[in-house]
């Protein structure tokens, strides 16, 4: 895990150091123009070594207005009805995938067979299964494959893994962790199980859990014990209408899970004691805790999950005998995260550099999130299977 974070490290500060090479282009297509797409094309835009020629999606008229709307001539672009068809009549060097959730793996397995680099919105996928078959593709196109948890950019996430390795710490024994809103459930293809195949456990879940497991060098998952429940998404007294739908419409559909909890065994004793939510009548399910055996650090939790820490840290120590406590300031991004996520990326597709933020970290989190889900349903603790790859 060392040699990935030391490949990230070298890779933000040589996006702080080194100018762009604008006569090497990146050809990059982008499947899918939803919500989340809006971010990329954006980030892309700014790049003088991008170009833009190709996109996808399902729905017919939708990525010309995409363009139009984020400044872009349609006549500049070639669309395309389906990611299949765009990768087989287009020469690219990377795709974004910017789908629902439920279509994260088909597309990234073709687009890796093509011989395509994938940048991979979150969640990785929907299952660990299909984590692993996207893997397979990965490893045998030699490709990259760089999962969107644009909160690793953030300096704050950095000092927490900084904390923890400097041995400050101690040995790590126990975590809480997760986070939530206390209302803000979305819509669209975000609440059903055909589109999103896992709720707020999958939609902002992956962020906390990435967080503390990046910050102990990602240790493999062993046992979950799970809980999942939708109170809120299916009640039309919480439910949110959108252009579509009534709230009373939305919240029928409404079959993923809004709240999530957990606890976690890993490798190396660790326990993981996890909570999330999109709607609960709390303001927050508390701040992120580590605890050594030296000294402990509390990281305040946000409102909602927005790639960084509530405020101020805390570690807990004694010193000379006395109980002392000392607060970390917040650091500031010299650049935006989805900025540096991007161009992380690219960097790392021109210079044949490992993925920023590889899939075989991100795999534990895909199962412990797929654990949960399979504990939960069937009311108790179990085993985490991962296959090998």
Not at 1 to 19: C, F, G, N, P, Y
Not at 111 to 138: C, I
Not at 315 to 336: F, H, M, N, Q, V
Request: proline share 5%; hydrophobic share 40%.
């Amino acid at each position: 895990m060392a040699k990935d974070d030391s490949v990230l490290s070298q890779t933000m500060q040589a996006i702080e150091e080194k100018a762009i090479d604008a006569e090497k282009k990146v050809r990059v297509g982008i499947i899918g123009t939803g919500w989340i797409a809006e971010a990329h094309i954006e980030q892309y835009k700014k790049f003088p070594d991008v170009e833009l020629v190709a996109m996808a999606d399902l729905i017919p008229g939708k990525a010309e207005k995409f363009c139009r709307r984020h400044g872009i001539d349609p006549a500049t672009i070639h669309f395309y009805p389906d990611h299949k068809s765009m990768l087989e009549n287009e020469q690219l060097d990377a795709v974004s995938i910017c789908t629902y959730n439920a279509t994260h793996a088909v597309c990234a397995i073709d687009s890796l067979k093509a011989g395509v680099n994938v940048l991979l919105e979150k969640p990785f996928t929907v299952t660990l299964d299909e984590a692993v078959e996207v893997m397979k593709a990965e490893k045998a196109s030699g490709k990259i494959l760089s999962i969107g948890f644009q909160p690793r950019m953030d300096p704050n996430m950095q000092q927490i893994k900084k904390i923890v390795e400097s041995g400050t710490l101690g040995e790590v024994y126990y975590i809480q962790t997760g986070g939530g809103r206390r209302r803000g459930i979305p819509n669209s293809t975000f609440i059903e199980k055909k589109t999103a195949g896992v709720g707020a456990l999958g939609d902002i879940g992956c962020y906390s859990l990435d967080m503390v497991l990046n910050a102990v060098g990602y240790p493999k998952p062993l046992t979950v014990s799970g809980y999942t429940s939708n109170f809120f998404g299916t009640n039309p007294l919480y439910s949110i209408p959108d252009q579509d739908h009534t709230a009373e419409e939305n919240a029928a559909r409404f079959n993923v899970d809004d709240f999530a909890a957990a606890f976690i065994r890993l490798e190396g004793g660790i326990i993981l004691d996890f909570r999330i939510s999109w709607a609960m009548h709390l303001d927050t399910p508390g701040d992120t805790v580590i605890l050594g055996k030296k000294a402990a650090l509390r990281i305040p939790s946000t409102e909602c999950w927005n790639g960084t820490v509530g405020g101020e840290m805390t570690l807990y120590t004694d010193t000379a005998g006395l109980r002392t406590e000392t607060k970390i300031p917040i650091l500031k991004a010299s650049k935006p995260l989805f900025e540096m996520k991007i161009r992380s990326f690219l960097d790392a597709v021109k210079e044949g550099k490992p993925a920023p933020v590889p899939s075989s970290q991100i795999l534990y989190n895909q199962a412990i999130i797929d654990g949960i889900m399979k504990s939960a349903e069937a009311g108790k603790e179990i085993e985490i299977q991962i296959p090998e790859i």
